[in-house]
């Protein structure tokens, strides 16, 4: 008889080992779970139950634990399926039967809630429920009649008792694309892709969206996640295949910028508004990048047009301060002021505008007098080496030897001057930055005129026929 029970024992252990796990050790991981739960490391507790109910796949207290941490880590319809594990294993528990009750109701399903609470005796749960199918009927129907302003509101009450709802998620999310609310619509939907498995139609939504306000690369992240779930996605592929170009075209024009390429920045951002006819905000960043560009690639007029045109999409200070820029290169002094001024009226406190401003006026007033620039004609851009090269073909056109006395010589020697304290500052990297910044080195009254400064003495090599000469000052 003992050798038997004996037997038995070594049988019991022997089948244990088998199954891969001993009771011992799923003891072990049960404590191990409630150690972690106690210090607040759900993770690491979900991962002890995962082991537990593994070893022990019958023992319905591992799973209703295991789906304690499921609700406290959010995920509710992995806790609801723990919980109907439970109550197929124990269909009396009443723990279980209640919990399972109150995430039906936060997701929204109130029909199985109510039959949850009727089953432990929570009559007074079930009257709390009634109203709140009243109030979802009464929202369906003002979103159905396109009152979406009274919808709104009323949704998000009933939100806060079935928080884990993603139809009513979904139906504030339509009521805030109708009111243009875009960003808390693709709050709505970005949660409804947590709340529910494989939803395609929840990414393909929130991907739209993101395009809709011109967020192109987290539009290309979403899509993608729609791709994973479907690579066929019907509406995901196409769309997909659209946003990746775009992206790439966007990130290349940028890139350009960056390194100052004019003419590749300008080339993408082109094909930019070539893939995309109506979508504004994708549209808004290709044009802004071209009113850069463009008046970086001194071509003015297209500058002020893209400007223009992006500006008409988003009145920001920003755009304004870039398209004063461009009326800079062009030397339209007043349009410049008025649009930094009119970007300060948008932000009083823009750094940048109030900067631009006061450049804007000093080479206002600069340009009433001397403009070195225009002396020597050569854009603000203008490389030393392009300076050097026209300074030479000015003074060998107006070197007063070239003339004889009288009004003539007079006029070609104050040219002469013009040209030398032209390439005086504009080759002189100090020098060229105040007068970029609106200020003239060489004016006497500025107090910071150059002493010394001898407008023939870089001349010295011009000496000799046909360029010796003399100066006469009546």
């Known amino acids: 008889m003992f050798h038997c029970g004996l037997l038995l024992v070594l049988f019991d252990v022997f089948f244990d080992a088998v199954g891969g796990v001993t009771q011992l050790e799923v003891d072990r991981h049960l404590q191990l779970g409630r150690d972690f739960l106690a210090k607040g490391q759900l993770q690491d507790a979900l991962l002890q139950y995962h082991a537990a109910v593994e070893g022990d796949p019958n023992n319905y207290l591992t799973y209703y634990k295991r789906g304690t941490v499921y609700l406290a880590l959010g995920k509710a319809k992995f806790a609801l399926l723990d919980l109907e594990k439970v109550l197929d294993l124990k269909p009396d528990f009443t723990a279980a039967r209640l919990q399972h009750g109150i995430v039906l109701l936060k997701q929204g399903q109130l029909d199985g809630a109510t039959n949850d609470f009727l089953d432990v005796g929570k ?14 009927a009464t929202a369906k129907t003002l979103v159905k009649r396109g009152d979406c302003a009274s919808a709104v509101p009323l949704i998000t009450r009933i939100i806060e008792s079935c928080p884990w ?10 009521c805030h ?5 875009y960003m808390n619509a693709i709050s709505d939907i970005r949660s409804t892709t947590k709340l529910l498995s494989d939803n395609t139609e929840g990414y393909f939504k929130l991907s739209s969206l993101l395009y809709r306000l011109g967020q192109v690369d987290e539009a290309l ?3 993608r996640e729609c791709l994973k779930l479907d690579p066929e996605h019907k509406e995901c592929f196409p769309f997909y295949k659209k946003v990746k170009k775009v992206a790439k075209l966007l990130s290349d024009a940028t890139t350009a910028q960056e390194v100052k390429d004019s003419g590749d920045c300008i080339r993408f951002a082109n094909r930019v508004l070539q893939q995309e006819a109506t979508v504004k905000n994708v549209r808004y960043t290709a044009l802004h990048l071209l009113c850069k560009c463009y008046a970086a690639d001194n071509k003015v007029s297209d500058a002020i047009k893209s400007c223009d045109e ?23 002094y007043d349009d410049a002021i008025r649009d930094y001024k009119e970007a300060l009226e948008l932000d009083p406190h823009f750094q940048r505008a ?28 203008a490389s030393k080496r392009e300076i050097v090269k026209a300074y030479r073909k000015a003074a060998q056109k107006w070197h007063p030897d070239n003339f004889q006395d009288g009004e003539e010589k007079k006029r070609a020697e104050k040219k002469f001057i013009d040209i030398a304290a032209a390439k005086e500052v504009l080759t002189d990297e100090e020098k060229r930055e105040k007068f970029d910044r609106g200020e003239d080195p060489l004016d006497p009254e500025s107090g910071k005129h150059q002493q010394g400064f001898n407008p023939f ?4 090599h011009f000496h000799g026929s046909p360029f010796q000469f003399k100066f006469h000052f009546n």
């Open 123 to 136: 009559e007074f749960s079930v009257k709390m429920i009634e109203p709140l199918r009243e109030e979802i």
């Open 165 to 174: 709802s993603p139809s009513l998620r979904e139906l504030r999310a339509e």
């Open 177 to 181: 694309v109708a009111l243009g609310d």
């Open 221 to 223: 992240k979403e899509i």
């Open 310 to 332: 992006a500006f008409r999409i988003r009145k920001e200070p920003g755009i304004l301060c870039d398209r004063a820029e461009a009326y800079l290169a062009g030397e339209m």
């Open 354 to 381: 109030s900067e631009g401003l006061q450049r804007a006026q000093q080479r206002q007033k600069l340009s009433e007098s001397r403009d070195y620039y225009k002396i020597l004609d050569v854009p603000r851009t």
């Open 457 to 460: 003495r870089e001349f010295h």
